[in-house]
């Protein structure tokens, strides 16, 4: 079974505005695969659908085959990137970290050591006890992505995550998140208006176009492409 499947989805929002039309779409285990598309095609919009966040006005989703209230039975957990990195200005960087697992109410002892390795996976090891404006942007959204690896997911979403950073902090987060994801064997749906990022991370490549918003195509990239 995929990891995600999504079955001739539509979604109209409540103004009319119709963000998806009959998108059909499969995504397998381990797989790193992009949304790629102008402003407006509807990759927010698939994302959070993916999360949960969001529910299709017609057709279905599947998360390993089972509708979304089902997925905790599977025994399988996904986590979410925004855009912003979105986090506790008053708290440390450890506590950001830990947050999901303390609404997890994981014992405080485990949760630290998770914390730890989240924060050693992103190369923020040393910097647990600082705060989060002490931290450059590029730092704040490793910061962000140790939070969501926390709870070591299977499925990671990340809507534009290093979008507003400059390209070379953009590149080196990229290759880090890629061999991250590999190492893990985590499937992961990167939300992104870049040709170039999409074509360097990703296994495979969906490419999307706005009014209304759709899948015209599915790109596999070589795995000689040199990036490993
Ligand atoms: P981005 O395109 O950079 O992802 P946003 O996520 O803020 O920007 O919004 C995506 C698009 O959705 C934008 O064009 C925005 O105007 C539109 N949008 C977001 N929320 C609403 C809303 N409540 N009503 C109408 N349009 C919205
Ligand atoms: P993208 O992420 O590709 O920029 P979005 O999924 O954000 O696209 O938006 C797709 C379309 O849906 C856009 O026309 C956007 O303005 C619209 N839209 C997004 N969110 C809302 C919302 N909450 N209410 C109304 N329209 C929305």
Same mark, same amino acid.
């Given at each position: 079974?995929?990891?995600?499947?999504?079955?001739?989805?539509? !979604?109209?929002?409540?103004?009319?505005?119709? *963000?998806?039309?009959?998108?059909?779409?499969?995504?397998?285990?381990?797989?790193?695969?992009?949304?790629?598309?102008?402003?407006?095609?509807?990759?927010?919009?698939?994302?959070?659908?993916?999360?949960?966040?969001? *529910?299709?006005?017609?057709?279905?989703?599947?998360?390993?085959?089972?509708?979304?209230?089902?997925?905790?039975?599977?025994?399988?957990?996904?986590?979410?990137?925004?855009?912003?990195?979105?986090?506790?200005?008053?708290?440390?960087?450890?506590?950001?970290?830990?947050?999901?697992?303390?609404?997890?109410?994981?014992?405080?002892?485990?949760?630290?050591?998770?914390?730890?390795?989240?924060?050693?996976?992103?190369?923020?090891?040393?910097?647990?006890?600082?705060?989060?404006?002490?931290?450059?942007?590029?730092?704040?959204?490793?910061?962000?992505?140790?939070?969501?690896?926390?709870?070591?997911?299977?499925?990671?979403?990340?809507?534009?995550?290093?979008?507003?950073?400059?390209?070379?902090?953009?590149?080196?987060?990229?290759?880090?998140?890629?061999?991250? *994801? !590999?190492?893990?064997?985590?499937?992961?749906?990167?939300?992104?208006?870049?040709?170039?990022?999409?074509?360097?991370?990703?296994? !495979?490549?969906?490419?999307?176009?706005?009014?209304?918003?759709?899948?015209?195509?599915?790109?596999?990239?070589?795995?000689?492409?040199?990036?490993?």
């Amino acid at each position: 079974t995929p990891v995600l499947s999504a079955y001739r989805v539509d !979604k109209r929002y409540a103004n009319g505005t119709v *963000a998806l039309d009959d998108v059909r779409l499969s995504i397998a285990s381990g797989e790193f695969v992009s949304l790629l598309g102008p402003s407006g095609c509807g990759k927010s919009t698939l994302l959070k659908m993916f999360a949960g966040i969001e *529910a299709p006005t017609q057709g279905h989703l599947r998360w390993w085959g089972q509708a979304f209230s089902a997925v905790g039975t599977t025994g399988r957990r996904q986590s979410m990137v925004f855009q912003e990195a979105t986090l506790m200005p008053w708290a440390s960087v450890a506590d950001n970290v830990r947050l999901p697992l303390d609404i997890a109410r994981m014992p405080r002892r485990e949760a630290d050591e998770r914390v730890a390795r989240a924060l050693d996976g992103v190369g923020l090891g040393t910097f647990g006890k600082a705060r989060p404006r002490e931290l450059s942007g590029g730092m704040q959204m490793r910061v962000s992505l140790a939070r969501a690896l926390v709870t070591e997911p299977d499925l990671l979403l990340l809507d534009e995550p290093f979008g507003a950073l400059d390209e070379f902090t953009r590149n080196k987060l990229d290759s880090d998140l890629r061999a991250l *994801a !590999k190492a893990r064997g985590m499937t992961v749906v990167f939300v992104t208006h870049s040709l170039y990022e999409a074509v360097y991370l990703s296994d !495979k490549v969906v490419v999307m176009q706005a009014r209304p918003g759709r899948v015209i195509a599915e790109v596999e990239i070589d795995a000689t492409v040199a990036r490993d």
